[in-house]
């Protein structure tokens, strides 16, 4: 199975309406996709699991800010001058490539001439390596020239630091305290790649983290351990298959002083789903300078001005709804309704992570009765869960249609139903069913998506 775990995954997630390639009826556009119908549950699941958890400490503070800001922003953050990649370019086919990953072999075997690497397409000569910004650059306003210049943002964070003093003066914020967003994000990878992992726009969910400098490092370490349990005690993600994974002097970005990624353990390789730095006074210093705006913090305790430290959780969005596809996505057999054992796909997603968590099926569709009470059991469900009702085919083939997507209790409506008030609950990973009076339903499911 391990081989072609991918290949399994990426079909399920657009066979099932998850996730779809962007443009395709126009030949698709690389490292840009849609989401599904189930797809944004899921995704808005996440969401909604992280703010739970930051908002439950009460003093972290909410904001939403442009994706587009001026030029001189990110002169201030420094990725007009540091967000590059280093590119070669082929001089025979002019295709471009990224130097670290051509030396890793992420495009292939390369060929070496003169201690030097060829093209791994055509074999011809590259240039040397020249930096690509990152960044997407527009314009505002119909005059196209430097000082209209601006750029999709390429993370969250930049439009969180310029607020730090409208919060700080709106919420009465003392320190410690973190100003959160969730938004979208842009970045022109050269090489796009991995299905959803490495793409163009993605959505971030970022958290910037004031302290006093003295206790950055403290803050650091809580951060650190608050996130990576998220993934396990929120998502449900196996924690063997969870990484930290120390930055080295060379990876570390521009402005940090020390970093922690978590890692997953996706079948292409472990890789980063999140990333914890320690952002110093870099941020904060910088916009002072550039702004001429006042950005420090009145300590009450010292009387003193300081400039706090920033420590920053930083989690995408897309890769962790990989990792939980990854994480959920199990083969095994079991047995139809003549008792023979079959094959099956089922994602195994926490019930209160589930876009689906309650299917509900009339056991015969051609019964009149039978229908009416279904949608009755609907209506009685569908304030209190997220319910689907399903009366087409077999309750074999619905059983197996739900398993696919995730959803982890199945009711069934059957004759004895319209008798007793009784309906049954199949478990999605046991198969096995309970009759549960309809008096009692509501308590029993409450309990069973209890986070
Ligand atoms: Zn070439």
Same mark, same amino acid.
């Given at each position: 199975m391990k081989e072609n775990k991918l290949e399994k995954i990426i079909n399920l997630a657009e066979r099932r309406g998850f996730v779809f390639k962007s443009y395709e009826v126009y030949g698709g556009l690389r490292g840009f996709y849609d989401f599904g119908h189930l797809g944004v549950i899921l995704k808005n699941n996440i969401k909604n699991l992280w703010l739970k958890d930051i908002l439950s400490m009460q003093n972290i503070y909410l904001i939403e800010t442009p994706i587009i800001g001026p030029r001189i922003l990110y002169e201030a953050s420094g990725h007009i001058e540091n967000f590059y990649d280093r590119l070669v370019e082929c001089k025979s086919c002019h295709n471009r490539f990224r130097e670290d990953h051509l030396l890793k072999g992420e495009y292939g075997e390369i060929k070496i001439k003169d201690n030097k690497a060829l093209c791994p397409l055509c074999g011809g000569e590259l240039t040397e390596a020249r930096n690509f910004n990152l960044m997407f650059k527009t314009f505002v306003g119909p005059v196209e020239e430097l000082s209209t210049e601006s750029y999709l943002r390429p993370e969250t964070a930049q439009g969180i630091f310029i607020n730090f003093k409208n919060i700080l003066n709106s919420m009465r914020a003392k320190l410690p305290f973190g100003i959160a967003q969730i938004g979208k994000s842009f970045r022109n990878e050269i090489t796009p790649k991995n299905f959803i992992f490495r793409i163009r726009e993605f959505e971030q969910m970022e958290i910037e983290f004031f302290v006093r400098p003295e206790e950055a490092d403290k803050y650091f370490e809580f951060w650190v351990e608050k996130r990576f349990n998220w993934y396990i005690?929120?998502?449900?993600?196996?924690?063997? *298959?969870l990484i930290k994974h120390i930055q080295t002097e060379e990876e570390l970005?521009?402005?940090?002083?020390a970093a922690v990624d978590v890692y997953y353990k996706f079948p292409f390789g472990e890789d980063e789903i999140e990333g914890i730095a320690n952002r110093t006074d870099y941020d904060l210093k910088r916009h002072m300078e550039y /702004?001429?705006?006042?950005?420090t913090y009145f300590d009450e305790k010292t009387k003193n001005k300081i400039i706090p430290y920033v420590i920053e959780p930083s989690a995408g969005v897309e890769r962790i709804f990989f990792a939980i596809l990854c994480d959920s996505y199990d083969e095994d057999e079991m047995p139809n309704e003549k008792g023979k054992l079959e094959k099956r796909i089922v994602l195994r997603f926490k019930p209160w992570l589930a876009p689906i968590q309650v299917a509900i099926f009339?056991?015969? /569709? *051609?019964?009149e009765n039978l229908v009416k009470k279904a949608k009755e059991v609907y209506e009685l469900l569908k304030n209190d869960f997220r319910v689907y009702y399903d009366e087409s085919g077999s309750i074999g083939r619905r059983y197996r249609r739900q398993d696919e997507i995730g959803t982890p209790y199945c009711i069934t409506i059957d004759f004895q139903t319209l008798e007793d008030n009784t309906v049954t609950v199949r478990d999605r990973d046991t198969g096995n069913q309970e009759r549960i009076n309809l008096e009692e339903i509501n308590d029993y499911l409450k309990d069973k998506f209890k986070l």
């Open positions: 005690n929120f998502l449900g993600i196996k924690k063997e *298959n970005a521009h402005y940090a002083k /702004s001429k705006e006042d950005l009339p056991l015969l /569709s *051609n019964r």
